[in-house]
């Protein structure tokens, strides 16, 4: 990646233009495709392009309220991660298809207590739909959001790997921003329900200059959130979601703080995740060669919100239109046509052995942990941080997303200096839980399944769960398995199982129903927990994670 590059999709763009394929050649593709003519990609002019398709959603994972920008030949995307710490991941992609996690643009959530899991509990607050941004003139990253309706936060870096740092606070909460970084080099941000804002912020990005409304939502349309702002071809754009089944965009050709006209984008569009929802807010990106997508993302509980691509192209006046396939968003499209890959991104699958001292970006506190009562040093050793019989209250509890449509995470751990009333094990995560794991009482140790775990709609926990069923458990090593369907509209269930040689597993529990109320927003996830409900002192070693795909 050159930072230096000019060729930055945070700057000034121009609609891409089909790039000398024939008409002819164009509607036989479109036919081999399923596309209408009018949706062939502008840069699909080869041979190799119109072979290789990719499948929509690109990412089978939960990450929401996409912001997506290209600097020279690389893609990074950021997305929401509420409670969850490090937050904010950046993503990072070579084609737009294939994505691995980089790094988080928010390292501690050190916006108060409730986010320590201290007298107060943060879930479903943090990380809202936020923005990154590259500026050119100074080689850096942005990450700029607000949090708890209270200030805005920017957090810059030179690196999407780190160190990201705290650059200012904002009194003025930007509710669901967008940054832009103009062409001259000004920081303008697009925010507002409904009532949509422009801001204008100082040189150094530290402050704010001015704000003004741009534009109010028709009450026919109901309400628009989301910002997503772009200058392209002279200008200003505001892109903007009606949640959960609509995308708007906002031009003006009179500079960023308008005025703007309105015009609907999708609505009521069939999603590509059979039994899902609409493909909406997102970003628009425009690849080297001059073709422009759109990263969506799609409801589809109890996972999440998944990630889609799709092609755009423009009208002649200068408005974007979402190629479908079929009338509906493709369940797949002919791949980008970029530049072949410096390397191969690192998988969002597969074993992690917990090698060097650090954790890999794949993985995300519940809260933010209590860093003296872990670490890693080739092995994950999580000591007990918190006197609980509620496993919504334990501080260390480290969390991967599911893998979908289905997706199995195994352990192994090591559990000989567990002490009596500890509690470890292997969760599937949210605001309805079960786990497979260990229970140490009375100086024995047997494995148990727990269901029943279960918080309200205002995130007060309801029920600390109910064990299902167990068995003696010897020895100082087992491995835990936890099975997840998170297809909307199947059975949604998880199921546990366990294993004293790492190759024989018992099924153990019944099947855990997984819940899908789209309000607590983030997807189930894998969690590793290990809380004491007696004392602290004990611990459990993590030697091995494998996440697997049938």
Not at 186 to 192: E, M, P
Not at 195 to 216: C, H, M, N, W, Y
Not at 426 to 451: C, E, F, P, Y
Not at 486 to 501: A, Q
Request: with cysteine; aromatic share 12%; net charge neutral.
């Amino acid at each position: 990646m050159d930072p230096s590059n000019p060729d930055l999709s945070c700057s000034e763009q121009a609609p891409g233009r089909p790039l000398g394929l024939p008409l002819s050649r164009r509607h036989a593709l479109a036919a081999a495709t399923g596309l209408a003519a009018a949706a062939v990609l502008p840069s699909a002019g080869t041979s190799r392009a119109a072979a290789a398709t990719y499948p929509n959603p690109v990412i089978w994972q939960d990450f929401a309220d996409i912001d997506i920008i290209r600097v020279g030949d690389t893609y990074y995307a950021s997305a929401s991660t509420m409670h969850y710490s490090p937050g904010a991941p950046v993503l990072r992609s070579y084609d737009l298809v294939n994505w691995e996690i980089a790094g988080h643009s928010v390292p501690v959530l050190d916006f108060g207590a409730k986010y320590d899991l201290n007298g107060a509990r943060g879930y479903v607050r943090g990380i809202w739909a936020s923005s990154l941004a590259y500026r050119p003139s100074n080689r850096t990253f942005y990450w700029l959001g607000q949090i708890d309706f209270a200030r805005t936060y920017v957090y810059t870096a030179t690196a999407v790997e780190g160190p990201w740092n705290r650059l200012t606070t904002i009194s003025t909460p930007y509710y669901d921003a967008g940054l832009l970084v103009d062409s001259d080099d000004t920081l303008y941000v697009a925010y507002g329900n409904t009532t949509i804002s422009v801001a204008q912020l100082s040189p150094d990005g530290r402050s704010q200059v001015r704000t003004q409304e741009v534009f109010r939502t028709p009450s026919s349309v109901g309400t628009l959130e989301g910002s997503r702002f772009y200058k392209i071809n002279g200008q200003y754009y505001i892109f903007l979601t009606r949640p959960a089944n609509g995308q708007y965009i906002l031009k003006s050709s009179s500079g960023p703080f308008g005025p703007y006209t309105m015009r609907q984008v999708l609505l009521d569009l069939r999603g590509p995740i059979p039994g899902g929802g609409v493909p909406h807010q997102g970003g628009l990106v425009q690849t080297q060669s001059g073709a422009w997508y759109y990263m969506a993302f799609v409801d589809a509980y109890p996972g999440g919100r998944m990630p889609a691509l799709a092609p755009v192209t423009w009208t002649s006046d200068g408005w974007p239109v979402v190629q479908l396939v079929n009338g509906a968003w493709g369940a797949s499209y002919p791949s980008p046509v970029v530049p072949p890959p410096p390397r191969q991104v690192t998988p969002l699958t597969g074993v992690d052995t917990f090698d060097g001292t650090v954790l890999k970006p794949r993985w995300e506190w519940n809260h933010n942990p209590d860093n003296s009562k872990w670490s890693v040093n080739n092995g994950l050793t999580l000591g007990t941080a918190t006197v609980t019989g509620d496993l919504y209250w334990a501080r260390n509890t480290l969390t991967h997303r599911i893998q979908g449509p289905t997706s199995t995470a195994t352990v192994q751990l090591d559990h000989s200096a567990m002490r009596d009333g500890d509690r470890a094990g292997l969760a599937l995560l949210r605001d309805s839980s079960a786990w497979i794991g260990l229970k140490r009482d009375g100086g024995a140790t047997r494995v148990v399944m727990v269901n029943g775990l279960t918080m309200d709609t205002n995130w007060n926990t309801t029920g600390t769960g109910t064990e299902a069923a167990s068995a003696p458990a010897s020895g100082g090593r087992i491995w835990l398995r936890a099975t997840a369907d998170i297809r909307p509209g199947s059975p949604r269930t998880g199921t546990f199982s366990y294993s004293t040689d790492g190759t024989t597993f018992t099924r153990l529990g019944p099947a855990a129903s997984l819940g899908n109320d789209w309000r607590f927003f983030m997807g189930y996830r894998f969690a590793l927990f290990n809380h004491a409900t007696q004392a602290l002192g004990g611990a459990v070693r993590v030697a091995r994670f494998e996440l697997s795909t049938p």
